[in-house]
Structure formats: C-alpha cells, structure tokens
C-alpha cells in the first residue's frame, strides 16, 4: 500500500497490539491475501466477483476479534459477508475462525472502511452492521464517532432501498449521538421495536457478556434505508 494511499485521511484508533503467534502470522501470510478485497487502492471494487455464489451481501464494520461476523456466515450460507477491520490482531483473530470454521462466504478489508466505501458502486449491500463502535467519550474527540453524517450518508448510498443499518452499543451516550447524527440524513428512519431486546438471531459475544456483567446495558437500533 502507498504511503499517499495509507495516509489520504485520518485514521483514529490502534492498528496493531500484541506480537502476533506464529499459527497467527501464518494465517495472515497464507489465508488473508486469498479472501480479501481487492482493487480498493484503485477505487473501483467488483465486490460480487470476490465470491464463488452471486448471493446478497451483508457488511460488518469493525469486527473486532470477528466472532459475530464469523458466527454470521456459518449460519447463514445464503448470504456472503464482508468484514472491515484495520486491528491487525483482530483480523488475525477472525482468520482462526474462518480457518477452523471452513468459511467459504467471508471476504475482509484489513484497513479503514470509509476506503472500501470510496471504492465500491452504489446499493451494493443488503444489510450492514455497527457493533460496539469506539464511543470516544471525550468530548473533544466526539466527531471522530463511525456514527457520523458523512459516513452514514455513504452507508445509505451502499445499502439497497428498504434495507438495514444495525447499530449495537453499551454506552448509553453513542446511542444518542447515533439517534441524533442518524437525523441528519433523510434516507434513514428508525424502525426499531424495542431498543434493549436484541434482533432475530443476534449472536452474543465475549465483549458484550463482559458489558453485562459489568453492569452496562447492550441497546440495539435498527436504521431502514428509503
């Protein structure tokens, strides 16, 4: 990757932690260059050629350690999955997953999702997924939340009509800033139920039973797309 390519905008948050283990190192040498998504440096991604099946297509940005994502395209091979995330461990970590899992319907972009944004057509994904996003507390440091017009407005130009943007958090502030930065553009209205009772099918992971027993509450919103 060029470094004008790497540094074309700001990027807030870690790309790497830990040393990676050796059976770590080797998925991402062996496993990583054969699912992801290429031509995003080009700006023009054919996102539907990634995959052996043409079959919908669902987006999670920032997977974290991918349990979520992983879980996602084992019970669902009717669908084919993206997967964002620049944490380098968690890209090794969802890699295991896939790797163990036999996962055929995953491709990752290991950097920033507002590249792969940049790149692709429009009304590409049917579904996509903001779980526990960093809520950057501070707040001087608010604007730099996923949940921000600029960014919603590329998700609605992605996401087909009458489709989803699902947002989870455990922070009770990010919710309101997503209810109050989601009102700043028009394509999306809430359609959630009830906003502390998980979706059909939602798959709960180490970071949220955490949350819980820590004492914070797990709030699930639901965005259609016009």
């Known amino acids: 990757m060029s470094e004008e390519y790497h540094n074309k905008r700001k990027f807030f ?19 990583l260059p054969k699912i992801r998504v290429q031509d995003v ?29 992983a879980h996602m395209a084992s019970e669902n091979s009717d669908i084919n999955f993206v997967g964002c995330e620049p944490y380098q461990n968690g890209v090794a970590s969802i890699l295991r997953h896939i790797e163990l899992g036999d996962i055929k319907n995953i491709r990752l972009h290991p950097s920033d999702a507002r590249d792969l944004f940049d790149a692709l057509p429009d009304a590409i994904f049917e579904r996509v997924y903001l779980l526990y996003p960093d ?74 039973a955490k949350a819980i027993r820590e004492g914070r509450t797990p709030q699930y919103v639901i965005f259609k797309r016009a």
């Not at 502030?173 to 502390?196: A, M």
């Open 13 to 31: 948050g870690r790309n790497k932690g830990k040393s990676l283990k050796p059976s770590q190192a080797r998925r991402m040498e062996n496993i």
């Open 41 to 69: 440096e080009a700006g023009k991604v054919d996102l539907p050629q990634h995959f052996d099946k043409d079959q919908p297509i669902w987006l999670e940005i920032g997977f974290g350690g991918g349990e979520h994502l």
């Open 135 to 208: 809520p950057w507390p501070k707040a001087r440091h608010a604007e730099r939340r996923f949940m921000h017009p600029d960014n919603l407005k590329q998700i609605a130009r992605l996401l087909k009509s009458n489709c989803e943007l699902r947002l989870a958090s455990d922070i009770p502030e990010y919710i309101e800033h997503g209810l109050e930065k989601i009102c700043e553009v028009p394509e999306f209205t809430e359609v959630s139920r009830d906003r502390f009772d998980p979706w059909e099918g939602w798959f709960r992971t180490r970071y949220e």
